[in-house]
């Protein structure tokens, strides 16, 4: 099993950024794809990026593409999300999400392991 604290969450104006963080206990972290999820209100949680156990492939949703990066540091057992370049439809509670096994998902119920959340606002 894992355990999963995210961070790095806050309140920036548009075009600001933030950097997120995912730790992680366990010990076998390094076994585990990691994705991060965001739900804004009202609307259904949505897949934001992905990133293998070893880091060397990742995926991100389209609209976040080429913006926000996503890598692992497994020594650490943390996930980061580096957000620059925000924009008001950014604003979302931001989770982060585990499995085990070496292939990059995108929906949620690929994910067993969740952590609790970390509110994103971005003012316009």
């Known amino acids: 099993q894992v355990q999963l604290v995210e961070s790095g969450g806050g309140l920036v104006q548009t075009g600001g950024s933030l950097s997120l963080s995912c730790a992680a206990s366990?010990?076998?972290?390094?076994?585990?794809?990691v994705a991060w999820f965001r739900q804004a209100p009202g609307r259904e949680r949505e897949f934001v990026s992905a990133i293998s156990w070893s880091g060397s492939k990742t995926y991100s949703t389209d609209s976040v593409k080429g913006r926000f990066t996503i890598s692992r540091d497994n020594a650490s057992k943390t996930v980061y999300l580096q957000m620059p370049s925000l924009k008001p439809e950014d604003t979302a509670v931001y989770y982060c999400?585990?499995?085990?096994?070496?292939?990059?998902?995108?929906?949620?119920?690929?994910?067993?392991?969740w952590g609790q959340g970390t509110q994103v606002t971005v003012s316009s």
């Open positions: 999400a585990a499995d085990i096994g070496p292939y990059l998902r995108v929906g949620i119920s690929d994910y067993h392991y």
């Open positions: 366990g010990s076998t972290f390094s076994s585990y794809t």
